[in-house]
């Protein structure tokens, strides 16, 4: 496979002013030259090849977004070089555009007041697209998702899935070898999400496009990414694949149960009786993170049942976002 991006050893420092309170504090800022410096990106490097979908992770804060916007050549790394095709994104800015697709969460790149296939027509002028092309791609699309009733519908009447699907697809509309998705599920129902999930697989084994995904739902990560780099606090604690990442989990197991009474709360009580595990709750289950390897699955559940009455159990690996959730909290060797 061609390497599409290439990373090497990049940092991203911002200066912050150290800022005064009140009234009098912003005023001595006007004049002040007291400043930080603050690391967002601190030495990462990656290959990523043509073709791939890499979910890029991270807890908020964490370096992620800055990232992308060095590889799209909106910011400049301090230090390092990025190479994107070939390119150095922030010195060849109009030549890395028409290489990539960006779609940033609910920023939505369509024209508001216009019907949808207006903002292709005019997304076809930017980019320069031949007729052929555009023609062929409208009817891919046609063939992917139902757009048919969308194409003459104003954006501005739109849900908030049918936005993010057309944004999608504006996306891709140029061809593009690189197409970064930053939460393109977020606020999104179940139906949607999985129609979601769907066309930008589709697309990527269409077009064989690159796709740079940035999300916190673990299911558009399941769904789509062999492949994960997770970052935090600036610094890449992994770059491989889900199920190797799970590998390293293998003592742990999910026990959930069912109890009389309010789930939650229960939990809660639950919680302070196993404080070495992590308990959640939902509609359904009370969840507990049991690494065995401190204690046996039945050695909790006897625990639990001492002082609970359980009416249903039932026990599960360790679920890829539990594996995140652990990572974001303890890091990864």
Same mark, same amino acid.
């Given at each position: 496979?061609?390497?599409?991006?290439?990373?090497?050893?990049?940092?991203?420092?911002?200066?912050?002013?150290?800022?005064?309170?009140?009234?009098?504090?912003?005023?001595? =800022?006007?004049?002040?030259? =007291?400043?930080?410096?603050?690391?967002?990106?601190? =030495?990462?490097?990656?290959?990523?090849? #043509?073709?791939?979908?890499?979910?890029?992770?991270?807890?908020?804060?964490?370096?992620?977004?800055?990232?992308?916007?060095?590889?799209?050549?909106?910011?400049?790394?301090?230090?390092?070089?990025?190479?994107?095709?070939?390119?150095?994104?922030?010195?060849?800015?109009?030549?890395?555009?028409?290489?990539?697709?960006?779609? &940033?969460?609910?920023?939505?790149?369509?024209?508001?007041?216009?019907?949808?296939?207006?903002? &292709?027509?005019?997304?076809?002028?930017?980019?320069?697209?031949?007729?052929?092309?555009?023609? !062929?791609?409208?009817?891919?699309?046609?063939?992917?998702?139902? /757009?048919?009733?969308?194409?003459?519908?104003?954006?501005? #009447?739109?849900?908030?899935?049918?936005?993010?699907?057309?944004?999608?697809?504006?996306?891709?509309?140029?061809?593009?070898?690189?197409?970064?998705?930053?939460?393109?599920?977020?606020?999104?129902?179940?139906?949607?999400?999985?129609? /979601?999930?769907?066309? /930008? !697989?589709?697309?990527?084994?269409?077009?064989?496009?690159?796709?740079?995904?940035?999300?916190?739902?673990?299911?558009?990560?399941?769904?789509?990414c062999r492949r994960i780099v997770i970052i935090d606090k600036g610094k890449m604690l992994y770059d491989n694949d889900i199920e190797h990442l799970k590998s390293f989990f293998g003592s742990y197991r999910t026990l959930k149960i069912r109890v009389d009474g309010d789930l939650k709360a229960q939990s809660e009580v639950i919680q302070k009786e196993v404080p070495d595990f992590a308990v959640s709750a939902d509609d359904e289950w009370i969840s507990i993170l049991v690494d065995e390897d401190k204690k046996k699955v039945m050695d909790v559940l006897n625990q639990i049942q001492s002082s609970?009455?359980?009416?249903?159990?039932?026990?599960?690996?360790?679920? !890829?976002?539990?594996?995140?959730?652990?990572?974001?909290?303890?890091?990864?060797?």
């Amino acid at each position: 496979m061609k390497e599409i991006i290439r990373i090497n050893h990049i940092t991203k420092e911002f200066k912050v002013l150290n800022r005064r309170e009140g009234l009098k504090g912003s005023i001595k =800022d006007l004049f002040s030259r =007291d400043y930080k410096i603050v690391r967002a990106v601190d =030495d990462i490097s990656m290959s990523i090849q #043509q073709g791939e979908i890499v979910g890029y992770l991270g807890p908020n804060g964490a370096g992620k977004s800055t990232t992308i916007k060095m590889m799209t050549g909106v910011l400049e790394p301090t230090s390092g070089e990025i190479l994107v095709d070939g390119n150095v994104p922030y010195k060849n800015r109009s030549k890395n555009a028409q290489n990539i697709g960006v779609v &940033f969460g609910q920023r939505s790149q369509l024209w508001w007041a216009l019907p949808l296939i207006e903002s &292709f027509r005019l997304l076809k002028d930017v980019y320069q697209i031949e007729d052929k092309q555009y023609n !062929s791609i409208i009817e891919l699309y046609k063939s992917l998702v139902d /757009i048919e009733p969308l194409l003459h519908k104003p954006v501005r #009447q739109m849900s908030l899935g049918q936005r993010t699907l057309s944004d999608i697809l504006a996306a891709f509309l140029h061809d593009p070898k690189i197409v970064f998705l930053d939460e393109p599920t977020i606020g999104l129902d179940v139906s949607m999400k999985a129609k /979601i999930r769907k066309l /930008i !697989s589709a697309l990527n084994k269409e077009k064989n496009t690159t796709v740079i995904l940035t999300t916190h739902d673990m299911g558009d990560v399941d769904a789509l990414c062999r492949r994960i780099v997770i970052i935090d606090k600036g610094k890449m604690l992994y770059d491989n694949d889900i199920e190797h990442l799970k590998s390293f989990f293998g003592s742990y197991r999910t026990l959930k149960i069912r109890v009389d009474g309010d789930l939650k709360a229960q939990s809660e009580v639950i919680q302070k009786e196993v404080p070495d595990f992590a308990v959640s709750a939902d509609d359904e289950w009370i969840s507990i993170l049991v690494d065995e390897d401190k204690k046996k699955v039945m050695d909790v559940l006897n625990q639990i049942q001492s002082s609970h009455s359980i009416k249903d159990m039932k026990l599960e690996e360790i679920s !890829s976002e539990d594996v995140i959730r652990k990572i974001y909290e303890e890091g990864v060797e």
